[in-house]
């Protein structure tokens, strides 16, 4: 859901022609960093809604799925980057689980 949201957001509002996803370990959580051309120089905020809107709760649901754990920067070269830590369950990366 996490990826989905960063990357529908660069697409979307960013207009963004192609976009990077990294999905990389780090300890008790996984670094996920989406990564966009940033050619329209918005930073990426959570709106604030009210109960009819359609759209807008995206960045809410991000930032209570990482405990508030995301935030955006720019690459030397101006791409927008956004980055979420995910909790990893278990510990581990799910190896040894069986279904």
Same mark, same amino acid.
């Given at each position: 859901? @996490? =990826?989905?949201?960063?990357? %529908?957001?660069?697409? @979307?509002? =960013?207009? =963004?022609? /192609?976009? !990077?996803?990294? *999905? &990389?370990?780090?300890?008790?959580?996984?670094?996920?960093?989406?990564?966009?051309?940033?050619? +329209?120089?918005?930073?990426?905020?959570?709106?604030? %809604?009210?109960?009819?809107?359609? /759209?807008?709760?995206? *960045?809410?649901?991000?930032?209570?799925? %990482?405990?508030?754990? $995301?935030? %955006? +920067? =720019?690459? &030397?070269?101006?791409?927008? &980057?956004? $980055?979420?830590?995910?909790?990893?369950?278990?510990?581990?990366?799910?190896?040894? !689980?069986?279904?």
């Amino acid at each position: 859901m @996490i =990826a989905t949201e960063l990357v %529908t957001n660069a697409l @979307i509002h =960013a207009n =963004a022609e /192609w976009v !990077r996803v990294h *999905l &990389v370990p780090e300890s008790g959580f996984w670094r996920l960093t989406v990564v966009d051309p940033g050619r +329209n120089g918005l930073v990426p905020h959570p709106r604030v %809604t009210s109960e009819t809107d359609e /759209w807008g709760r995206g *960045l809410r649901l991000v930032h209570g799925l %990482t405990y508030g754990a $995301w935030g %955006t +920067n =720019a690459t &030397v070269v101006g791409e927008r &980057v956004v $980055w979420a830590l995910v909790p990893r369950r278990g510990g581990q990366s799910g190896q040894g !689980r069986r279904s």
